[in-house]
């Protein structure tokens, strides 16, 4: 079955450097997510990206956040300068082309911890 | 501000039990509903869509009240396997294709 990978698993970093997370979407999926979960709260929604370009964000998806698509199969999720309140949970989910909006699969998650 | 409610629970069932989740949403321009389950420490996975006539998969059942922005989903004979926390998932419609996440209703199956 296809599924949506994700790398690393979990990252622990000092304040204020920069962290790369790196997400592989099934192989013909057309929309791309990440999404957060802090311990113990909702997932929460941060951007989604379509035809190389971010289609939504949230208020959380600041100016310290941004993503790519440098290549034909990976999505990446940038934070620039970590803040101890950005760890969580990352996921990162992708959906079909010809698809209801919010039948996602998501990765196993990318667990950041800011110390 | 879009929101989504659900009861946190924890739902503590016999193996066999029939156990209904409700959730609310705020915003009634919603337009797609979903059950999704996450367990302990993992991704959300996608359960079951819902639609406004409802709809059945098996021992799960799902429910649309558009009336009274209200979503549920009925579990029949319950088993250990469903253990898990169970997310009432809702987009705004509108050409987005952002979800907004209820905190989940945890359910614990004992044998």
């Known amino acids: 079955e296809p599924e949506v990978t994700q790398t690393p698993s979990h990252q622990v970093t000092q304040m204020g450097q920069e962290v790369i997370l790196r997400c592989v979407p099934i192989?013909?999926?057309?929309?791309f997510y990440w999404y957060r979960q802090i311990l113990g709260q909702k997932v929460e929604f941060l951007v989604s990206?379509?035809?190389?370009?971010?289609?939504?964000k949230s208020e959380i998806f600041d100016d310290q956040f941004s993503v790519e698509r440098p290549d034909g199969s990976n999505f990446t999720l940038k934070i620039r300068s970590t803040k101890l309140e950005d760890s969580a949970m990352y996921f990162c989910?992708?959906?079909?082309?010809?698809?209801?909006?919010?039948?996602?699969?998501f990765g196993e998650g990318s667990r950041l911890t800011v110390l | 501000r879009k929101e989504v409610e659900q009861d946190p629970g924890p739902f503590n069932v016999p193996e066999g039990a029939t156990v209904a989740f409700n959730c609310t949403y705020s915003?009634?321009?919603?337009?797609?509903f979903f059950w999704y389950r996450q367990d302990c420490r993992k991704e959300p996975k996608l359960l079951m869509s819902?639609?406004?006539s409802g709809n059945e998969d098996g021992r799960f059942t799902a429910q649309l009240n558009r009336a009274s922005q209200y979503i549920s989903l009925l579990i029949r004979d319950s088993k250990l396997s469903d253990s898990a926390t169970y997310l009432c998932?809702?987009?705004?419609?509108?050409?987005?294709?952002?979800?907004?996440f209820g905190k989940g209703t945890k359910l614990s199956v004992i044998p």
């Open positions: 989910a992708s959906s079909g082309g010809r698809v209801v909006p919010g039948e996602l699969f």
């Open positions: 192989s013909n999926h057309l929309y």
């Open positions: 990206f379509y035809n190389n370009e971010i289609s939504e």
């Open positions: 915003n009634s321009a919603s337009q797609s």
């Open positions: 819902v639609y406004s």
């Open positions: 998932v809702v987009n705004p419609g509108d050409g987005s294709y952002q979800l907004t």
